[in-house]
């Protein structure tokens, strides 16, 4: 499991996070391969709210240029 801590600036409603997924696997139907992601949005409060989502990758793309 990665932790990545996003900070929101007051009145910030999105954050884009982008990530590498090593040796990543595309789900078919005869090979159903899953990957799991939990968000946590943590309040000063120490209140938290949790979105749980499982995925699949049918497709891996890459945009725009790398420099080496």
């Known amino acids: ?3 990545v ?3 929101l600036d007051a009145g910030e409603h999105r954050q884009h996070l982008a ?3 090593p040796d990543a696997k595309l789900w ?5 391969n899953l ?4 968000a946590q949005l943590t309040y000063p ?9 499982r995925f699949g990758l049918r497709q891996i793309e890459a ?6």
């Open 35 to 38: 990957y799991q992601l939990v």
């Open 28 to 32: 078919s139907p005869s090979a159903p």
């Open 45 to 53: 409060t120490d209140h938290v709210s949790q979105i749980e989502i």
């Open 1 to 3: 499991m990665k932790e």
């Open 63 to 68: 945009r725009g240029s790398i420099s080496i």
């Open 19 to 21: 990530f590498e997924l």
């Open 5 to 7: 801590e996003l900070l």
